[in-house]
């Protein structure tokens, strides 16, 4: 009884899937048309919303695949390539204009370590890199791909006093003076972009350490310069 049974079930279940196939394979063209046209939009998003987010960060972003070639650039690194400052987009890759190419070479084999290293710039600096290998899911069509960081230590940050203002209560004339201070400018160097006296810029810094609960300019400079990374 046992047996029949199971037969039974086995049977009702075969017929269920092949019900299904049968549905499966006699969608109408306009029903799979919306499907297909539904993913597409799905991944269009995605990709989207994943460009936003990279163009929020003040840092140059860009992903290669193994041979350099760039897969997408956010807003910084974009500015930085077109700048062709030391880093230049030549036939779709990334290129030092002056550095060793065969170190980023080298660094786009690694798999399993992040490597740093310096990219001179046409005159005096260097950028700093980071690239780091990213872990791949079966469905993408890649056999490496790699995030490469790019910051400009000579660059100033975000020119937005606004933001300090707002998270540390300052007034106007405090919030200039602290963008200022973030750009590592002396005292003296402040009051003459200011154009006020050194002893107004020591009398807005005071009132910057105790709105920060910081001691020191050094200190108080840190501060600054990472809250300035939020800015958009």
Same mark, same amino acid.
């Given at each position: 009884?046992?047996?029949?049974?199971?037969?039974?079930?086995?049977?009702?279940?075969?017929?269920?899937?092949?019900?299904?196939?049968?549905?499966?394979?006699?969608?109408?063209?306009?029903?799979?048309?919306?499907?297909?046209?539904?993913?597409?939009?799905?991944?269009?998003?995605?990709?989207?919303?994943?460009?936003?987010?990279?163009?929020?960060?003040?840092?140059? /972003? %860009?992903? $290669?695949?193994?041979?350099?070639? *760039?897969? @997408?650039?956010?807003?910084?690194?974009?500015? +930085?390539? #077109?700048?062709?400052?030391?880093?230049?987009?030549?036939?779709?890759?990334?290129?030092?204009?002056?550095?060793?190419?065969?170190?980023?070479?080298?660094?786009?084999?690694?798999?399993?370590?992040?490597?740093?290293?310096?990219?001179?710039?046409?005159?005096?600096?260097?950028?700093?890199?980071? /690239? %780091?290998? $990213?872990?791949?899911?079966?469905? *993408?069509? @890649?056999?490496?791909?790699?995030?490469?960081? +790019?910051? #400009?230590?000579?660059?100033?940050?975000?020119?937005?006093?606004?933001?300090?203002?707002?998270?540390?209560?300052?007034?106007?004339?405090?919030?200039?003076?602290?963008?200022?201070?973030?750009?590592?400018?002396?005292?003296?160097?402040?009051?003459?972009?200011?154009?006020?006296?050194?002893?107004? /810029?020591?009398?807005?810094?005071?009132?910057?350490?105790?709105?920060?609960?910081?001691?020191?300019?050094?200190?108080?400079?840190?501060?600054?310069?990472?809250?300035?990374?939020?800015?958009?």
């Amino acid at each position: 009884m046992k047996l029949e049974n199971l037969r039974e079930r086995r049977e009702a279940s075969r017929g269920s899937f092949s019900s299904d196939y049968q549905h499966a394979v006699h969608l109408p063209f306009g029903a799979l048309e919306r499907i297909g046209s539904t993913m597409m939009s799905a991944l269009a998003t995605k990709v989207v919303l994943t460009s936003t987010a990279l163009d929020c960060m003040c840092f140059g /972003v %860009a992903l $290669l695949d193994g041979d350099a070639r *760039v897969l @997408l650039l956010n807003r910084v690194a974009k500015q +930085i390539l #077109d700048d062709e400052d030391g880093l230049a987009l030549v036939g779709g890759r990334l290129t030092l204009m002056y550095g060793n190419n065969a170190h980023l070479a080298q660094s786009l084999e690694q798999q399993d370590i992040s490597r740093a290293f310096r990219a001179p710039k046409r005159k005096s600096g260097d950028y700093l890199m980071l /690239v %780091a290998p $990213l872990p791949l899911s079966s469905d *993408v069509p @890649l056999s490496k791909a790699h995030l490469v960081v +790019i910051d #400009d230590p000579a660059s100033d940050p975000p020119d937005n006093a606004d933001l300090l203002g707002e998270l540390y209560e300052l007034t106007p004339a405090q919030a200039r003076l602290a963008w200022h201070i973030a750009c590592g400018y002396t005292l003296v160097e402040c009051a003459e972009f200011l154009s006020v006296s050194v002893t107004t /810029v020591k009398s807005h810094l005071r009132e910057l350490f105790a709105k920060t609960d910081t001691h020191r300019q050094a200190d108080l400079a840190r501060l600054l310069n990472r809250t300035l990374r939020l800015a958009i």
